[in-house]
């Protein structure tokens, strides 16, 4: 879609990294360190002052006694981590549960992995899950569930009864929970994100995979992390090893100025995505259009069945070349049959939102041919 979006000259909405610069701070912090002594291979699993950064971020903000040479591995990009993660966890022949929908790399990943998914529908217009379904899909002996809180695609934040729910099936069933959570700090009052590794019984079972990229804007850095137990990090570190050898020295060095941000910027960076969402979800409004309203992450869904398409990527297609605004089509998030929706990010800039809103509203009357 991207590669579309830009054929056509269209707003491009699909691929989800933003268009504006990351915080001048850590711009500078970049150049001081392509000057300094960081251009030779930095421990493999990461940086110690990298490591002891991440540390100290992830105490604050979790509670967890996290210890930056027991419990961390630096990785490139949360990509990688969630392959570390299935790679460490999974063995060919497991299986592993996963929410649908979900990010498209979830399902890939098991592949890759020898695993088998076991699919549990999250059902709009909240994505709530069905116990029945999630008990059925723990019965089949899955080796590890994943869970993306706050969710890509949809938004959802799970709430502190349902991971206390998926938690006490995890240990029933001896099951690793996989948390992707690089939304963590994109989440809409009044929801609140809850780490996966803090509830009782869960930090030794946990494999918690996360990245810089979303919180401070900086995707094409590939600066990712994964989070356990230290007899399940040890064996982390050993898969990390064999896939990448290690993320890049000098942007680890940069990205500390980063992790040692103060509070503030946290709320800032939330109230800014609330922002974003109300500029766009706006827009969306008066298309008359049914959509989704994320309670996280910077993702919405959009219902196009009224527009008339087969199909939602020929719908996909269409909003790029005659509207100019480029999404994703939304089935390529789920295992059932959805071919009506389509997703769209707003981690723009409030100008670029406008201007992609303004076309949108091309939907109050114009339809397809």
């Given at each position: ?58 105490r604050h903000f979790s509670g967890l006694p996290i210890e930056a040479d027991k419990h961390l591995?630096v990785t490139c990009g949360s990509t990688e981590a969630m392959m570390v993660a299935m790679m ?282």
């Amino acid at each position: 879609m991207t590669r579309l979006a830009n054929r056509h000259g269209s707003i491009n909405l699909a691929q989800g990294f933003p268009d504006f610069e990351p915080p001048a701070e850590l711009l500078a912090a970049l150049k001081r360190a392509a000057d300094g002594p960081y251009h030779q291979y930095a421990v493999t699993w990461g940086a110690p002052r990298f490591r002891e950064s991440l540390a100290k971020k992830i105490r604050h903000f979790s509670g967890l006694p996290i210890e930056a040479d027991k419990h961390l591995v630096v990785t490139c990009g949360s990509t990688e981590a969630m392959m570390v993660a299935m790679m460490t966890a999974c063995n060919p022949g497991d299986k592993v549960i996963v929410f649908s929908p979900f990010y498209e790399n979830y399902a890939a990943d098991a592949i890759l992995c020898g695993a088998t998914p076991i699919y549990v529908p999250l059902r709009p217009p909240q994505f709530d899950y069905t116990k029945a379904e999630l008990v059925a899909a723990f019965a089949q002996k899955p080796k590890a569930i994943i869970l993306c809180n706050p969710s890509n695609p949809c938004g959802k934040v799970f709430t502190r009864a349902e991971l206390l729910e998926i938690a006490t099936l995890a240990q029933e069933h001896d099951v690793f929970v996989i948390a992707d959570e690089v939304y963590e700090h994109i989440v809409y009052p009044p929801y609140e994100h809850i780490s996966m590794a803090t509830l009782p019984g869960m930090f030794e079972r946990t494999i918690t995979c996360n990245s810089l990229s979303k919180t401070y804007s900086i995707t094409g850095w590939r600066l990712g992390y994964v989070q356990a137990a230290p007899e399940v990090i040890a064996q982390a570190r050993k898969v990390h090893d064999f896939l990448t050898v290690g993320a890049a020295a000098p942007l680890q060095e940069a990205a500390v100025t980063g992790l040692e941000f103060p509070p503030e910027y946290y709320v800032e960076l939330q109230q800014s995505y609330l922002k974003k969402k109300e500029v766009f979800l706006g827009y969306l409004a008066q298309t008359g259009l049914p959509y989704s309203d994320p309670q996280g992450a910077y993702y919405v869904l959009m219902d196009i069945s009224s527009l008339g398409f087969a199909n939602d990527t020929q719908a996909a297609e269409w909003l790029t070349t005659e509207i100019g605004v480029t999404g994703v089509p939304g089935s390529s998030f789920f295992r059932e049959p959805v071919n009506h929706l389509i997703r769209f990010h707003f981690a723009k800039k409030e100008e670029t939102l406008r201007a992609a809103g303004e076309r949108l509203l091309q939907l109050k009357t114009k339809r397809p041919a």
